[in-house]
């Protein structure tokens, strides 16, 4: 995605509670912010739909981790 968001489109979930509370914990553990972490999860599982890796994904969160 870039910095400006051109490539970018936004979606809304809703989660439960405790679902919301873990990522709000993971986040804060890693130094990300939540919409990091689940666009790696998305990105994960798209990798595995698909057979195999994309993009290389940035560990420590990079530039985007943040947003």
């Known amino acids: 995605m870039g ?3 051109r490539d970018a489109e936004r979606v809304t979930t809703t989660l439960t ?3 919301k509370a873990e990522l709000d914990r993971l986040a804060k553990a890693q130094g990300v912010k939540v919409a990091w972490l689940v666009r790696r999860a998305v990105e994960r599982f798209l990798e595995e739909s698909a057979g195999g ?5 940035d ?3 990079g530039e985007d981790a943040k947003r």
Request: hydrophobic residues 20%; without cysteine.
């Open 17 to 19: 509670r405790t679902q």
């Open 59 to 61: 560990q420590k969160g």
């Open 53 to 57: 890796p994309m993009l290389p994904l």
């Open 3 to 5: 910095k400006d968001g």
